[in-house]
């Protein structure tokens, strides 16, 4: 019987030991998944950012054209 309980105490503490382990992880592998996804998302921004002031630029570009063709149209 003593040996059983030897046995059970083993194992349980050797389940607990596992399960800690294992939500320390999960936890490590959490954090990591966030600092890079929050890292991603700094860069999407930034990327974002620098579309829209080109879109800015190309919209003045083409308003210019724009301008320009229909001068030449009223000129003919």
Known sequence: MCRVKREFKSLKSYVSTFTNVRETTIQ?????LVTQLEGEKAQKK???QKLMEENVKLTAVSDKKEAQLLALIEKC
Not at 28 to 32: P, Y
């Open 28 to 32: 490590e592998l959490f954090e990591r």
């Open 46 to 48: 930034v990327e974002v």
